[in-house]
């Protein structure tokens, strides 16, 4: 708002010259006062600052109703906030030390940490019980995440031709098997890992062929994948990072328990399986190995979301099946 004061002009008189010099001092101080009053009443019209909350609220609703460009790959996406209620992240969000490397996206079916650095994911996260499960074809539509933004490379088939890896599921297919749309969401390549074939049809697989077990059984499986990475990390096609090696964090509920009933009785599985030549020639079991373990090769902390009396009782566990 913008205050003034008109200006009015009269006719001059003729004035004592003594009494001069008293008006116009008379004159400054009322002009002086004038322009106090002015200022006050300029100053009380201001609009006030919004609050903190409002200007949440205000940032919140402009990304619902407007097309703003996704966030940069040295953020970490708002929507990582939002996830902290998905069914899939009921034992936490794994976190590490660098959040700009955890683009983190909603696929529905699971819940996907993806690095913008390696173009794999860092973490996949799912929940796994006999709904899950079906008779749906198997869909083998790998293709690129149309939800990544459009800086991030979107890789493609073409950086596993004759790369000598295959296109490892984190989250299985076989675990969405209930409907058509949830299994063909489990070949986005934002949920792939190169993996050796003896690694991705040995070990890998007999894993995910025990978790459906349980499952079928009527427990429920909350799970956790990725990736261990060499420093530096070799590569496929356009960079796609080939993890060293790929760990699995299970937790398995009885039927009818839910996170809350977690225990230091309940059952837990951690496995740590290395990408390289030989590793077919073993069982899945004797790569188990401690949640401990797991974040000291990794950097994430896992489980955050359970007390943590009860976390580190689990975490420092390894368990047999």
């Keep these: 708002m913008f205050c003034y004061r008109r200006r009015v002009t009269a006719p001059r008189s003729r004035r004592a010259p003594g009494r001069s010099l008293v008006s116009t001092f008379v004159c400054v ?11 006050v009443e300029c100053g ?7 609050s903190s909350a409002s200007s949440h609220s205000s940032t919140a609703h402009r990304a619902q109703t407007t097309n703003e460009p996704p966030s940069p790959p040295n953020e970490l996406p708002p929507a990582s906030t939002d996830l902290a209620a998905s069914v899939h992240l009921a034992l936490g969000i794994p976190k590490d030390a660098d959040p700009s490397d955890d683009h983190l996206l909603d696929e529905r079916a699971y819940v996907v940490s993806y690095s913008p650095v390696k173009h794999v994911p860092n973490w996949v996260a799912w929940r796994l019980d006999r709904s899950n499960l079906g008779h749906v074809k198997r869909k083998n539509d790998f293709r690129p995440d149309p939800s990544l ?3 991030f490379y979107h890789v493609t088939e073409r950086d596993y031709v004759h790369s000598g890896f295959d296109r490892g599921h ?10 058509a749309e949830d299994n063909s969401l489990t070949f986005l390549f934002t949920n792939m890992q190169p993996q050796l074939h003896e ?6 697989e007999r894993l995910e062929e025990y978790e459906r077990q349980r499952a079928e059984q009527g427990d429920v499986l909350y799970i956790v994948a990725g990736g ?18 790929n760990f699995k964090i299970i937790v398995a509920l009885r039927p009818g328990q839910k996170p809350a009933d977690i225990s230091t009785s309940t059952d837990i599985l951690a496995v740590l399986m290395p990408n390289e030549r030989g590793v077919g020639e073993h069982t899945w079991s004797e790569f188990l190995t401690s949640v401990d373990a797991l974040e000291q090769a990794s950097g994430y902390d896992f489980l955050n979301a359970i007390p943590e009396p009860i976390q580190r009782v689990l975490e420092a566990r390894t368990a047999h099946p």
């Excluded at 002086?32 to 009053?37: E, T």
């Excluded at 690694?199 to 890998?204: D, I």
Aim: hydrophobic letters at 50%; a negative charge; charged letters at 15%.
């Design 29 to 39: 101080v009322l002009l002086l006062l004038v322009a106090r009053v002015a200022l």
């Design 44 to 50: 009380s019209g201001a609009l006030p600052k919004p």
């Design 228 to 245: 261990v990475f060499s420093a530096p990390f070799p590569t496929i096609g356009q960079g796609v990072a080939v993890p060293a090696a």
């Design 170 to 179: 984190m989250c299985p297919s076989a675990d969405r098997e209930d409907t």
């Design 149 to 151: 933004p459009s800086e």
């Design 199 to 204: 690694l991705n049809a040995g070990p890998w």
